[in-house]
């Protein structure tokens, strides 16, 4: 049997005042509309039912005579009642709530999201990027109020101008007044005789518009940048809703950025990896000197510090990195064969053995595993 007073949270001699306040303590905290999810329906559902039995003389009586009207497990019990149902039958009625009254040509506008591609060296350094955007501006004709200059608009007689309907139910709460909104006036009170030509009523137009933006230094693909007020003009005139610009980096030739960290490859024909050399490389920052150290090998990494993409929040840049890769010549002429040849006899690699290891040690798969860790 269930236990009514426990899942209200009352006393057994609690008054229908207590029982009443009880319930509505428990339904702000627990009706779908306020906490959805599975738990809290299912407690509400119970509360619900401890109400409806506990509220009603009769059936309290019953009960507290150890009859329980729930026993057989009827369900469903308090659904069907939104939670401003149940609060307008405790609180008698419509008070002000967002229901109350006819709903306002005026509203606010949405927001708008558009993508704005730019190159990898805007988000190194930042930049000003224009910005092309359809959106809706307020109707120079009627200024926003939806009607054609000179005319005016009458009272809806469907609803007499409240721009709901209202509906009283009877239920376990007593008298349920639900409304809904006008469909014959949308919900406006007033119907507008002769709507405004340009705008067919709405109050604004579609235009397009064109805007300066300033790219902050260290965005990425999937950073989004807010406008406040820079969205479309709402409904009415409405004050405007936010435009957020959402950036795509576009791919760089040379350049993968990790991070803050642009990576780069450069191949070195196996002579310059052997002896050394001085390469330029071109970098967002100019031209630089790379360093070829005697003895590089494939996958050695050469730093720039700070010619990376600046961070966003906070100074100092990011790396250019530098992955160094050995090129083998595939074809030789007869004297660059006999001179790698004499190479080979003087260092003694005519017969080469081969050094094997486990790739987890290190060597070169170690160095693109390290290189190219997630960072
Ligand atoms: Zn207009
Ligand atoms: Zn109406």
């Known amino acids: 049997m269930n236990d009514y007073y426990a899942d209200l949270g009352v006393a057994r001699d609690a008054s229908p005042e207590d029982i009443k306040r009880a319930y509505r303590k428990a339904a702000r905290r627990l009706h779908p509309d306020v906490n959805p999810g599975p738990e809290a329906e299912e407690q509400f559902k119970k509360v619900s039912q401890a109400y409806d039995v506990l509220s009603d003389a009769d059936k309290r009586r019953q009960y507290d005579m150890g009859a329980d009207p729930y026993s057989g497990g009827a369900a469903g019990f308090g659904q069907g009642f939104s939670f401003s149902d149940i609060m307008d039958a405790f609180f ?5 709530g967002p229901n109350a009254g006819p709903r306002s040509r005026t509203a606010r506008g949405q927001d708008a999201l558009v993508r704005l ?5 805007d988000a190194v350094f930042g930049g000003e990027k224009e910005l092309t955007i359809d959106t809706a501006v307020g109707c120079g004709t009627c200024h926003g109020d939806g009607r054609q200059p000179g005319t005016g608009s009458r009272t809806c007689d469907v609803c007499e101008g409240r721009g ?14 639900t409304t809904r909104p006008c469909m014959t006036c949308q919900g406006f009170g007033q119907i507008i005789t002769d709507p405004c030509y340009e705008c067919s009523g709405d109050g604004r137009v579609r235009t397009r518009r064109t805007l300066t933006l300033r790219v902050p230094a260290g965005v990425d693909t999937g950073t989004r940048i807010q406008l406040a007020g820079e969205g479309e003009v709402g409904p009415g005139n409405g004050p405007a809703g936010d435009l957020y610009v959402e950036v795509a980096v576009r791919k760089h030739p040379v350049f993968q950025r990790r991070g803050d960290d642009l990576h780069a490859s450069v ?3 196996m002579t310059a990896a052997a002896l050394g050399a001085s390469l330029s490389m071109d970098t967002f920052d100019g031209a630089q000197e790379l360093d070829i150290k005697r003895g590089t090998q494939s996958g050695d990494t050469l730093t720039l510090r ?6 966003l929040r906070g100074g100092g840049r990011g790396d250019v990195i530098v992955h160094t890769s050995v090129q083998t010549p595939t074809r030789l002429d007869g004297e660059q064969e006999e001179l790698l040849r004499r190479l080979a006899a003087l260092r003694g690699e005519e017969r080469p053995q081969g050094k094997m290891a486990n790739p987890a040690d290190g060597g070169l798969f170690g160095k693109l595993r390290d290189a190219f860790k997630a960072r």
Do not use: C, K, Y
Not at 117 to 121: A, R, S
């Open 306 to 311: 700070g010619l990376g993409v600046t961070h």
């Open 267 to 269: 191949e070195l024909p």
């Open 164 to 177: 709901e309907i209202r509906q009283v139910q009877r239920s376990f709460l007593g008298q349920v007044m």
């Open 92 to 96: 008698g009625g419509q008070a002000a």
């Open 117 to 121: 591609d730019i190159d990898l060296g």
